[in-house]
């Protein structure tokens, strides 16, 4: 079945700066890649996705990138702000569509 | 509010005893699923429900583990002879349709502790 591969597992960057997050998936057939942000005591909320026919996706500060030849999506955060800091997760579709396969989270932190 | 609502929000047993976990979904919503969330991991899934009916429920790790929709709305996912390895965050989350066509909203989760 899918694997969903993320790092790094913490970051840390300073107000302003840029904020980069990988994951790698495992079965082609996934079409589906959304990113999910929780805070502490939260279930996860959606802040971007993307589809496996779009290479790329950009929301105000927020931007996916999707290489589906590499299998590979990130997350791009730019302009950092504290109240980002938060653990994210990407996710895929697994091949029937029936779920979303998550990585194991990025803990990120924005000091001012 | 009109958000995921699950119940309760914290739960501790001791090993062995049975536990229901309830979840309310969004209304309208067709679509529920129930994850399981170990402290540092990202949610696990555990089973989908389209109305009434598990479409997948491959994410059950053993027999212990059953959920119901009897009515295509609340959701009961129950657990037997609970063990310690069962302790983790309960997370439901609904959605318009399967996880490939959009947003899935989830509740705050159910806390469960197994002594």
């Known amino acids: 079945g899918e694997n969903v591969e993320q790092h790094p597992s913490t970051l840390s960057v300073q107000e302003g700066d840029s904020a980069v997050i990988k994951c790698t998936y495992s079965d082609s057939a996934s079409n589906y890649f959304p990113w999910y942000k929780q805070e502490l005591g939260k279930g996860p909320q959606l802040i971007i996705d993307?589809?496996?026919?779009?290479g790329e996706k950009k929301d105000q500060r927020i931007a996916v990138t999707l290489n589906k030849t590499a299998k590979h999506f990130s997350l791009h955060i730019t302009e950092t702000q504290p109240e980002d800091s938060a653990v994210y997760f990407c996710?895929?579709?697994?091949?029937?569509?029936?779920?979303?396969?998550f990585g194991k989270g990025t803990t990120l932190s924005v000091s001012s | 509010g009109a958000g995921v609502s699950q119940t309760p929000s914290n739960k501790v047993t001791e090993k062995g005893k049975y536990v229901e976990l309830r979840c309310d979904p969004i209304?309208?919503?067709?679509?529920l699923y129930w994850y399981r969330q170990s402290l540092g991991q990202g949610p696990e899934f555990l089973i989908y429900?389209?109305?009434?009916?598990?479409?997948?429920d491959s994410g059950l790790p053993n027999d212990r583990f059953f959920a119901v929709r009897p009515e295509g709305s609340v959701s009961t996912l129950k657990i037997q002879r609970t063990e310690r390895g069962d302790s983790a965050v309960y997370l439901c989350?609904?959605?318009?349709?399967?996880?490939?066509?959009?947003?899935?909203?989830f509740g705050e989760g159910s806390r469960l502790t197994v002594l």
């Open positions: 209304s309208g919503h067709t679509a």
């Open positions: 989350a609904s959605s318009l349709g399967r996880a490939d066509t959009g947003e899935l909203f």
């Open positions: 996710a895929a579709s697994n091949q029937a569509g029936t779920a979303l396969i």
């Open positions: 993307i589809r496996s026919n779009v």
């Open positions: 429900f389209q109305g009434t009916g598990a479409a997948d």
